[in-house]
């Protein structure tokens, strides 16, 4: 079985869903900004362990189970036949599941096939949350995302086109004061080549013992403010292009909570954050407080 003391973790749209762990940890687990996992040696799980768990929830809230999210860090890296009889399992066990999620890091997409993707989704793998933090190549190597710019694109396009639903995350302020521009345009663009279903912007919130956060410490990186923040949601919502996506800023992290469908209310969206600019109003952000990781 799976140790007591392993983390949990799942997208703000999971609140509801069974957690079931996959895999522990990330098997990645070197970004500069999290260290989510840093006490965990990654590892899958049993393809035994994980139908136990799934019989032991099926016994007790089988027909009230709509929604599954395979944990941890990126369940979409774990063997083909691992992920394979857990979904059929899930289908088995679950007679009214809609849906079941992911994470999934570049790597995972990338490792699998199309036709093993896209036998994922027929399986009943629905969504897939992927990682994209920004689209400046540079910062990506800075960082230490494990993935160029072109094999985020890859991930992506490959996730979309085997009919799994795509949400893709960006960080704002990930880049600092001084590549913030840079950062924001680059991530807008990457935004536009992946065209994901779903797009979410973070705000940056230090990690204690990440890379990132020690340079903070050390002076080497300056944090942007909070309004500077919206300036980069600004600039990567002028530059990206989608052909239906539901774009959020609503995390805990974020200092004004968004949420639009776009194309279609882009030019609203955007006077929105040029009015909050215009009045530089801390009481139209959320506190400092209140905000969370």
Known sequence: ??????????PPSEANSFLLPVTIGCSHNACAFCSTFYDFKFGVRTIEEIEHDIDAVAARYGRNVSRVFLENGDALIAPQEILAA???????????????????????????????????????????????????????????????????????????????????????????????????VATGKILTEIDPDFAGALTLMFMEGTALHKDYL???????????????????????????CFFTANHASNYLPIKARLPQQKAELLALIEIVLAKKDMSMLRPEYIRAL
């Open 1 to 10: 079985m799976i140790s007591d003391n392993t983390i949990v973790i799942r």
């Open 86 to 184: 857990t979904l059929k399992h899930l289908k088995l066990r679950f007679p009214n599941l809609e849906r079941v999620g992911t994470y999934s890091t570049p790597k995972a997409a990338l490792l699998k096939t199309p036709g093993e993707l896209k036998k994922l989704h027929e399986l009943g793998l629905t969504i897939a949350y992927l990682g994209v933090e920004t689209g400046d190549e540079a910062l990506l190597k800075k960082i230490n995302k494990g993935a160029t710019r072109a094999q985020i694109v890859e991930a992506g396009r490959k996730l979309k086109q085997a009919g799994i639903t795509t949400s893709v995350t960006v960080i704002l302020g990930l880049a600092g004061q001084e590549g913030s521009e840079r950062h924001a």
């Open 218 to 244: 050390a002076g080497r990186f300056k944090l942007i403010s909070p309004f500077h923040s919206l300036v980069e949601l600004k600039l990567i919502i002028e530059n990206s292009s989608f052909t239906d």
